[in-house]
């Protein structure tokens, strides 16, 4: 089956500092990759997704993630954390080995910002 | 706001007993899914409707079931509550058949269930 690894429940980093939020995908073919964005008391809305036209991705607020195909990675950057930023990130795959169109998620990590 | 509509945003119940949770999805999506988020299973699919049929099954329990109505809103009903089924359930909806690989789910901002 599909899986995502969220490497860190938590990551703290200060305000204007670079975000690097890491996911690691298990499959040999390569899936569709998103990252998701769950503010406090909300459900999730999509940050960016890749979908094999260009391994860079850019997404809403100033993030962005690379498709790696060598490291199975797709993790998310931003150059300077706001403190708006505050909020828990998932990564999600679809397709890939098995090509299942449901999203398996990650199990999240927490994004603190400092001032 | 996505535009996915959950109703009741929080709810305490007793062990035993049921509860009905309710999504609107969309307008225009006619699929709809259902996930429980907790934290020590994080966000875990239970199932998927298309237009009224169930298209996709996760890891959801015989005590829970699901419908998707002709106006397209779905229900999820929890039954026998235990404790363990105090979570977050979000509804989610995508366009079309949503069963493409590229499409991105709209959720809702979700149902707080505690059971006591």
């Known amino acids: 089956a599909q899986s995502v690894t969220q490497l860190g429940s938590h990551v703290s980093v200060s305000e204007g500092a670079l975000v690097l939020l890491r996911c690691n995908y298990s499959s040999s073919v390569p899936p569709y990759l998103f990252w998701y964005v769950q503010y406090p008391n909300q459900g999730l809305q999509l940050l960016l997704k890749y979908t094999s036209a260009a391994t860079l991705v850019k997404g809403i607020n100033g993030f962005e993630a690379e498709f790696k195909k060598s490291e199975t990675s797709f993790h998310l950057t931003k150059p300077s954390a706001h403190m708006s930023d505050a909020a828990e990130y998932f990564c999600?795959?679809?397709?890939?080995?098995?090509?299942?169109?449901?999203?398996?998620f990650g199990r999240g990590t927490s994004l603190i910002v400092h001032p | 706001d996505s535009g996915v509509t959950q109703t009741p945003k929080h709810l305490i119940t007793a062990t035993g007993q049921r509860v009905t949770l309710r999504c609107s999805p969309r307008s225009g999506d006619l699929s709809v899914y259902w996930y429980q988020q907790s934290l020590d299973q994080g966000l875990q699919f239970l199932i998927q409707?298309?237009?009224?049929?169930?298209?996709a099954k996760g890891n959801i329990l015989e005590r829970f079931s699901a419908q998707q109505f002709p106006d397209l809103h779905s229900e999820l009903n929890l039954s026998s509550l235990e404790l363990g089924d105090s979570a977050l359930y979000f509804c989610a909806s995508a366009e079309g058949s949503g069963t493409t690989k590229t499409g991105e789910l709209f959720f809702g901002e979700g149902s707080r269930l505690t059971v006591l």
């Open positions: 409707y298309y237009n009224g049929e169930e298209r």
């Open positions: 999600a795959v679809k397709g890939g080995t098995g090509g299942s169109y449901i999203p398996t």
